[in-house]
């Protein structure tokens, strides 16, 4: 296949199994896991796909230029002798971010500030014109990448990041970011065949991930832009191609999604970023207080939030989990309750053992993704309790 070329899936930490999973379905090709990364090839076509369809990536890099490299002037001689004629016009606009992990590179900004120079300074000497910097809407993103003495050189198709889907106009104080909700989804294993709920559900993240992921609704369908549409070889046909085929591919989803929030401010952005999304035939939610309910009927539930970590609300932690516990033995049987938190002290009283904790990150914070297997009947007391 000459038009498969390797792109470069970025994701977070602890994510990249699922990125890789997520890549094998969607036919990815020679698919290799890095740290934070999955690498694999495909075509423009697949390229697309990839930025309309995957829930755990945050960008989708194209690499087109890799080599070794001394120091800062050596950088801009190298870009300098870049055919960048092939990727933009001199009269475009671009923007460059540089990540670095190098004893000889340490300054980011400066390794991008350099790409520019010699970006720039190439079309001001070959055409006499010289393209603009727009760090918000370029023509352009570009993403330079040095590891030890290896620089590798990008092109962005993303643009902003893919966790920004487009559906939250409103947010809470501290919200999960998307492709973060999407993984702790998948992490738990829900498949969409029972019930959901997110008993403290803030913005409605959590809710709205899960009804795509149960639906197989493509993530990013509510985006307003990604960077390859301004790109020289855009082709507006096929993407829409691509997107009718992914749209194609949805299914139905017959159990509901329940979302709980104690607060009303919480409860109608929830609904808002619900319906922004077009996700209200499949959630519902209400102004619950969790500690006062309990399960409706004997069906299987399965439970996924992001309780308060203290970062966000003043609250009594020792008790605040405890009753997190109580809640959950008493009103819960029958339900897999997974959580998510970075207060690992506090897990200590929910007062009960978990079946399973995978380490994961909430933005800087090191976290863990907890389960509880609450039990029918007398199983719920005799393995549960310590």
């Known amino acids: 296949m000459e038009n498969n070329y390797t792109m470069v899936a970025k994701t977070l930490f602890g994510f990249e199994d699922l990125l890789e999973r997520e890549l094998l379905q969607l036919g990815a090709m020679h698919i290799k896991k890095g740290v934070r990364n999955v690498s694999f090839e495909g075509d423009l076509g697949f390229m697309y796909k990839c930025n309309l369809a995957l829930r755990t990536a945050i960008k989708i890099l194209k690499p087109i230029k890799t080599f070794k490299v001394k120091d800062e002037q050596d950088l801009y001689d190298q870009v300098y002798k870049m055919s960048w004629e092939k990727y933009m016009k001199s009269s475009g606009t671009l923007a460059v971010d540089a990540t670095v992990h190098s004893e000889k590179f340490t300054h980011s900004k400066y390794v991008a500030l350099k790409t520019k120079d010699a970006i720039v300074d190439k079309f001001r000497d070959t055409t006499g014109e010289r393209p603009n910097v727009d760090l918000r809407f ?79 609704i493509p993530p990013n369908l509510m985006r307003k832009e990604f960077a390859f549409e301004r790109w020289q070889d855009w082709d507006v046909d096929l993407f829409e191609k691509i997107e009718e085929s992914l749209l194609n591919k949805t299914r139905d989803f017959h159990h509901k999604i329940i979302g709980y929030d104690t607060a009303p401010s919480a409860v109608a952005k929830a609904k808002d970023n619900v319906k922004n999304a077009h996700l209200e035939e499949f959630i519902s939610i209400e102004r619950q207080d969790f500690f006062t309910t309990e399960k409706a009927g004997d069906h299987k539930l399965h439970i996924l939030f992001n309780p308060p970590y203290g970062e966000r609300l003043d609250i009594d932690m020792e008790s605040f989990y405890k009753s997190i516990g109580d809640t959950l033995k008493q009103g819960y049987p029958g339900t897999d309750a997974w959580f998510i938190t970075s207060n690992l002290e506090a897990l200590k009283h929910v007062g009960l053992r978990p079946s399973r904790k995978i380490h994961v990150f909430n933005a800087k914070l090191e976290s863990r993704l907890v389960k509880y297997v609450m039990y029918e009947g007398s199983k719920k007391a005799k393995y549960q309790d310590d």
């Open 138 to 216: 370029p023509d352009l993103k570009i993403n330079v990448h040095i590891d030890r003495n290896t620089c590798t050189i990008s092109l962005d198709s993303s643009g902003e990041s893919l966790h920004r889907r487009g559906y939250k106009t409103a947010t809470n104080i501290a919200p999960i970011n998307e492709v973060l909700a999407a993984g702790l989804v998948m992490l738990s294993g829900w498949d969409g065949q029972c019930d959901f709920m997110d008993p403290m559900c803030g913005s409605g993240t959590i809710l709205a991930e899960a009804a795509m992921i149960a639906c197989n």
